[in-house]
């Protein structure tokens, strides 16, 4: 099979196709331009996973330049991960979100529409999508109501009921992956957990107080590995129904705050470090419980979550260390 990844060099992509190749499918990447930044995600997927992928070049912006690719290779299948994903970010930056994930999406769903009409397409969406969701509620299923309460979860909701309403109407595979909290290797610093390894790292490294700066360690939250999340994308795209939402997450609950005490732990660090609320770090709206009911994708593919959180997250603390340079030794301010 040949698989097109939107978003490959963004966190999820690189471990989707280091999951497509490891099954012996042909990997195509999406990427803006040539410029080298292909090679940013050599510090996920090792040289023989690498050299296997074909970078295409294209813009999400520029439909032309999508439905050119789309005219010259032919696809099994889409995941389209690419996105502004960063929820802070799409309350600073609400006009760019929107322009990204909603323009964005369109452009390159129609350009396959347009070239090949019949290709599986993979829409991430979002838990953001239902919003705050009440506690009392337990935990959310497909059926929920769509209620986002930051632009990044409205700019998904919008194309979420989009290209299920495509599928269902023109009687087509597409549908919608609903990734609740993942993380792991390659997660970028400006979301919590990797915010809180990273300065573990700094500090286990001395290049940092035992300071560690943080938003709100209440939240809850069921919290995955990337690479559990992954394959269930790719559970999905062999088996999901088109028109249908499913949500990905599992059964293990914590809260910010108890995660970051786990990876304290992993470095002995009890004790040693204490920690400081960062305004900058909080959302204007913060969701207090998210907690998903996956049995849609159970029942669809048999997937469920097997990486302990353990694993994950000092695969993360490690995927740190080796990000920070070895020549990067300033002095600890004193």
């Not at 997927?45 to 294209?58: A, C, E, Q, T, W």
């Not at 309350?91 to 070239?115: C, Q, S, Y």
Request: hydrophobic fraction near 35%; charge should be positive; charged fraction near 25%.
């Amino acid at each position: 099979m040949r698989y097109l990844i939107t978003g490959i060099t963004g966190f999820a992509g690189p471990h989707l196709a280091n999951l497509l190749i490891g099954k012996g499918h042909e990997v195509y990447g999406l990427v803006r331009s040539s410029n080298g930044r292909e090679n940013d995600i050599r510090d996920i997927v090792p040289d023989v996973n690498f050299s296997k992928i074909r970078f295409v070049y294209g813009d999400l912006l520029d439909r032309k330049s999508l439905v050119k690719i789309f005219g010259s290779t032919v696809f099994n299948g889409v995941f389209h991960l690419a996105a502004q994903s960063h929820p802070p970010t799409s309350f600073n930056d609400p006009e760019g979100t929107m322009h990204t994930n909603v323009i964005g999406t369109l452009n390159l769903f129609e350009a396959m529409f347009e070239k090949q009409p019949d290709c599986r397409f993979m829409f991430c969406s979002t838990s953001e999508v239902y919003g705050n969701v009440p506690k009392k509620a337990g935990k959310i299923n497909e059926s929920f109501p769509i209620s986002p309460v930051n632009p990044y979860g409205v700019s998904k909701a919008c194309l979420d009921l989009y290209i299920r309403e495509r599928a269902i109407s023109l009687n087509k595979p597409y549908f919608v992956s609903r990734a609740f909290s993942h993380t792991g290797p390659r997660r970028g610093n400006m979301f919590s957990i990797s915010s809180d390894a990273i300065q573990i790292s700094r500090i286990t490294k001395g290049l940092q107080k035992p300071v560690i700066k943080v938003g709100n360690l209440k939240s809850v939250r069921s919290i995955i590995d990337v690479r559990d999340c992954v394959k269930a994308y790719y559970a999905l795209m062999q088996k999901a129904k088109g028109g249908e939402a499913y949500n990905v997450g599992g059964d293990a609950i914590y809260s910010i705050g108890e995660i970051l005490d786990i990876m304290i732990n992993l470095r002995n660090l009890k004790g040693k470090v204490r920690t400081e609320i960062d305004q900058k770090l909080w959302r204007p709206i913060d969701i207090d419980v998210q907690i998903p009911d996956f049995r849609k994708l159970y029942k669809a593919t048999n997937w469920t979550p097997k990486i302990p959180i353990e694993q994950t997250l000092s695969d993360l603390l490690n995927y740190w260390d080796n990000k920070i340079e070895a020549t990067d030794k300033n002095p600890m301010t004193k």
